[in-house]
């Protein structure tokens, strides 16, 4: 029996990020490319490894997370990644249009630009970052218990298009966790005949799920970062300088080097 498909589970820096409340405008932004530059392979204690430890699809995770942000409300993401088959395309339609209608065909309105051009990417990915374990065996029955954390590291800058220069650059951390859980035991089935049995499981956080968390902070904290420097504000003023006391608040109990959120929008 397999699983049915099901949409991507929230996180908690997630459902902050969706709940922010909206800018007094969206801003126009565009997203060229996300990509995995730790170059890190899977580990494999067996054999040579070649598939990446790291999701490729790096730009798609931001563009969904921008799309929701705020409800939708923060941000007009303008097609870049896969520019070249919406030109293709519109040059279609216009030498259609061309072609029924003569010279006098009606032209499509021009692509939108973005002011602000979002880069960056995955930086690292460290493994063994803390490893460790437990275990006791009583004449041959016990259990043991091992652990593992990764480190995934996103970088995220917002650049003005008219000038070049670095609006806000933030980076975000994200552990992912894995887990063995093992037991065994034997009995004395017959005389000179031992009946052994092993049990256990092995739990891997997903590195992609990973990934879109830590971009969900990326995205959060330099939303953050434009609010204190004015780059952007809210649109009811209120409820801003509400939110960002709220912030202040909990940025005092933060540990040094780690994203000021409140900690229901901290990735674990």
Known sequence: MTEPARLVQPTKTGVVLDNLPPPRQKLDVSVYNFPDLTGQNKSNDNFAEFSRAVTQGGSSILTDVLVKAGGGAWFDVAERADLQPLLQERQIIQNTRTAL??????????????????????????????????????LGIGGNVQYRQDIITVALRAVSVQTGRVLASVTTTKI???????????????????????????????????????????????????LKTGLWEFKDPRAGDAFMRELELHQKAVVPASAAVPDAAKAS
Do not use: C
């Open 101 to 138: 209608q003569g010279k006098n065909a009606q032209s499509l309105p021009p692509l939108r630009f973005a002011g602000v051009l979002l880069e960056g990417g995955v930086v690292g990915y460290d493994t063994n970052e803390t490893t460790g374990g437990v275990g006791a065996n009583y």
């Open 176 to 226: 992912v966790y894995s887990v063995n859980v093992s037991g065994s035991g034997f009995q004395f089935a017959a005389i000179d005949h031992l009946l052994q049995a092993d049990v256990g499981f092995i739990k891997n956080s997903p590195a992609t799920l990973a990934v879109r968390e830590g971009i969900q902070l990326a995205v959060y904290s330099l939303i953050f970062e434009g």
